[in-house]
């Protein structure tokens, strides 16, 4: 009996742990706490009235297809609308290249079942985005985190990396990069640094994967042209409506060089069929319908807000020793405290004082990032976010010491 309860899971099960974060969505979720811990989007600004016309239209006219299965690649007048949003990018995408998936978490889980076998490994900028990192672990790849700075991933830095791993007998299968609005490090890549990076990649072997949901939340307006763009053979491209329209309806997408495309679209049909049929139909009618670059707009304006109150409250309360990044773009920045306070030590008594926040830890495989937290802007409204900061230096203040 014994023997058979401990041998029940999968050994790859071993690396699956909850993440940090969302074990904090129970407590950040409290009214009185002021969470700068979640990466949720604003939707308050969505047209729902029309919206929710729209779906009983399209449910009352086309019903019979809105709720049947579908081609597991993804319908394809959605693939073709999602050529115009990517051509935003400077990427020249055919709709047969792009695979729709439920979001782009299930494009980088499938990705890493298809590439990684257990001790293979991923590359990706330390920190990183958490998701990703349990899709990693949950395929046992070893993450090999690469240096960033305000500038983004350091070229240097993967350079070193790859050496180190190929003198270690290592399997580098991919990198992977968020290179615009980064989360959870707020900092964008350099343009100058965005050829360096993919020669690097193409000289050493190694697939980029770009993922890239915050993209067109440049608070200039501008933006970055996608990795993709410039080296279509040896970058997949993962993109997601999630932060753009709607998070809930998981309706994300890749672009990828032919034979990895055509694995991906093996791999959805194993694990999901195909994605969701009303979801997609409602994804293409909004961008059909509505001036969707015009809400996406409007969702940059209230996040420039947002972050603008941030970055006032973090320069008013907290401690001169403390340093953040400074994001052009997206829901994040990154805040390191003074030497001697450990972020996720402290969380629990910033919970008692009413904020939450990302302890850094959780963005690293090797656990460090213990004087580093994320804080996102996206959700809270600035007076909540003002209060918030102001709560957090609070606590800071008095985790520092005398
Ligand atoms: N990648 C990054 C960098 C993200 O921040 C997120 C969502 N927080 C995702 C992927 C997953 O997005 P989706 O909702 O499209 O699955």
């Known amino acids: 009996m014994h023997d058979i309860a401990a041998n029940r899971f999968a050994v790859r099960t071993a690396g699956m742990e909850a993440s940090e974060i969302r074990a904090l969505f129970a407590v950040a979720s409290r009214p009185e706490v002021v969470s700068l811990?979640?990466?949720?989007?604003?939707l308050a600004a969505l047209p729902l009235a029309a919206?929710?016309?729209?779906?009983?239209?399209?449910?009352a006219e086309d019903g019979l297809t809105a709720l049947q299965y579908a081609s597991a690649h993804g319908l394809p007048p959605l693939r073709e609308q999602i050529c115009a949003?990517?051509?935003?990018e400077g990427v020249t995408a055919r709709p047969e290249e792009v695979v729709v998936t439920v979001g782009s978490q299930m494009g980088i889980d499938l990705l890493t079942r298809l590439l990684c076998d257990p001790g293979d490994v991923v590359m990706?900028?330390?920190p990183s985005y958490v998701g990703a990192l349990g899709s990693f672990a949950a395929y046992q790849a070893q993450v090999v985190h690469v240096p960033m700075d305000g500038h983004g991933l350091v070229p240097e830095g993967l350079r070193a990396a790859l050496r180190r791993a190929r003198a270690a007998g290592q399997r580098v299968k991919m990198l992977y990069t968020i290179p615009n609005f980064h989360n959870p490090a707020g900092v964008t890549l350099a343009v100058e640094r965005r050829t360096e990076i993919l020669e690097i990649c193409r000289a050493h072997g190694v697939l980029v994967v770009e993922d890239n949901p915050y993209g067109l939340l440049g608070f200039d307006g501008a933006t970055y042209p996608a990795l993709r763009s410039t080296d279509p053979d040896n970058v997949v491209y993962l993109g997601s409506f999630s932060k753009t329209f709607a998070s809930g309806l998981r309706v994300g997408w890749v672009l990828a060089p032919d034979e990895v495309r055509e694995k991906l679209v093996l791999a959805m049909e194993s694990a999901t069929l195909c994605p969701p049929t009303l979801?997609?139909?409602?994804?293409?009618?909004?961008l059909a319908a509505h001036d969707w670059q015009g809400q996406i707009a409007v969702?940059?304006?209230?996040?420039?807000?947002r972050r603008d109150a941030m970055l006032d409250a973090l320069e008013r309360y907290l401690p001169p020793e403390c340093t953040w990044t400074v994001p052009d773009g997206g829901f994040y920045v990154w805040v390191t405290v003074p030497e001697g306070v450990d972020t996720r030590a402290m969380l629990p008594r910033a919970v008692a004082a009413g904020v939450?926040?990302?302890?850094?830890?959780?963005?690293?495989?090797?656990?460090?990032?213990g004087r580093q937290m994320r804080?996102?802007?996206?959700?809270?409204?600035?007076?909540?976010?003002?209060e918030g900061v102001r709560r957090l230096a609070g606590v800071v203040e008095a985790e520092r010491g005398p």
């Open 37 to 42: 811990a979640g990466g949720m989007p604003n």
């Open 51 to 59: 919206l929710s016309q729209q779906v009983a239209q399209l449910v």
């Open 85 to 88: 949003v990517m051509a935003l």
């Open 124 to 126: 990706a900028e330390g």
């Open 279 to 286: 979801n997609q139909m409602i994804v293409s009618r909004y």
């Open 299 to 305: 969702f940059r304006e209230i996040y420039r807000e």
């Open 356 to 369: 939450a926040y990302a302890s850094g830890s959780g963005f690293y495989t090797d656990k460090s990032g």
């Open 375 to 386: 804080l996102s802007y996206c959700y809270p409204t600035p007076e909540r976010i003002r």
